[in-house]
């Protein structure tokens, strides 16, 4: 049987600031420029075949079928790269993340980066990096980030072109630690591609889309410096900024638990203790503490003698999204 096959691995991201809210619903532009870490624990392994036999896509994720939104989304994104190869074959898509999942990481991010790399190499299309981030974006916002490795940033414009993210600074630059503390493993209500499509909605996301342009601005700098103390206060900044707009959107979205509140005020106390830790928090109520190296044992004991913690994962910068095989 005639088929074009190929397998890619792209790892997660965790965003120092946030893409939330988009300037084009239907192409995935961002409202404003966002800028991640690719964390190198959370891995998805993607393999697609296109094949002339199949009647239909099937998607398999960690080895459940997909239906539904779940699957438009994918076939979705099966068509760009149709559309791009000019084959009507359908194809048959098999994932495995090897993270679990609701561990309060987007396995879209990595998900939709391996799909794109997976897609066009076995196409056997010659796409730059860069048009590779845009195509992924196309996915997922964040998965334009997750194209590439170490720290990355994602760029914001009129058209589809603009929308694209590059390498700041490879994942040997800095050693910035992620700790995920899961709190919780419940589905999230609202999926962030509706969240997004909610932020205009509130009175706060226009003075947030202002704010980060500076706080880009100066969180850049400080990577290049490895300045932890400002890369930190960025981060817990535009996580509250974020989370203000979703409080405060028709309908209000709050993802925060109790047990979100206790892990935000335990950050705060280690640093009056001098521990150097910050919180970021996407879509969900699960926790990233970021710390350096020196501080990770202190923090691993606390957080596992902590009755509201479930599960901690510890990540690193990690590589972007490569064909394998
Ligand atoms: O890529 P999406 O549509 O899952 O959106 C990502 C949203 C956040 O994780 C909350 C922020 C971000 O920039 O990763």
Not at 15 to 20: D, E, I
Not at 44 to 64: C, G, I, N, W
Not at 189 to 217: C, F, I, M, Q, Y
Not at 237 to 257: G, Q
Request: charged residues 25%; aromatic residues 6%.
């Amino acid at each position: 049987m005639q088929r074009y096959e190929a397998t890619a691995e792209a790892r997660a991201n965790i965003a120092l600031t946030k893409y939330w809210g988009n300037a084009d619903d239907r192409l995935r532009i961002p409202a404003n420029e966002s800028i991640s870490m690719t964390l190198d624990r959370t891995r998805t392994v993607t393999t697609v075949s296109f094949r002339a036999d199949l009647k239909a896509d099937e998607v398999v994720v960690d080895d459940r079928p997909l239906a539904g939104a779940a699957l438009e989304r994918v076939v979705r994104h099966l068509d760009l790269f149709r559309d791009l190869a000019g084959t009507t074959w359908r194809a048959r898509v098999v994932s495995h993340n090897n993270f679990p999942t609701g561990a309060g990481i987007a396995s879209s991010a990595s998900g939709f980066a391996a799909l794109t790399v997976a897609c066009a190499g076995a196409l056997g299309l010659d796409l730059s990096p860069r048009d590779l981030s845009r195509l992924a974006r196309r996915g997922s916002g964040s998965a334009a980030r997750s194209i590439f490795g170490g720290f990355v940033l994602l760029h914001t414009g009129p058209s589809d072109e603009d929308a694209f993210a590059e390498p700041l600074h490879g994942p040997d630059w800095w050693e910035v630690c992620d700790l995920v503390v899961v709190v919780s493993r419940s589905e999230k209500k609202t999926p962030s591609t509706a969240g997004h499509h909610l932020a205009r909605t509130s009175p706060l996301h226009l003075a947030r889309v202002a704010r980060v342009a500076a706080l880009n601005e100066r969180l850049r700098q400080a990577l290049a410096e490895r300045d932890f103390a400002t890369v930190g206060e960025i981060a817990e900044e535009d996580a509250l900024l974020m989370h203000a707009v979703m409080m405060t959107s028709r309908p209000s979205l709050i993802y925060w638990l109790p047990e979100t509140m206790a892990i935000i005020h335990r950050v705060r106390r280690w640093r009056e203790e001098g521990v150097q830790a910050y919180f970021t928090i996407d879509a969900g109520p699960n926790v990233h503490v970021l710390t350096l190296p020196e501080h990770v044992d202190r923090l691993l004991t606390d957080l596992r003698a902590d009755p509201v913690v479930q599960e901690v994962l510890l990540c690193r910068p990690g590589r972007g999204a490569s064909l394998m095989g």
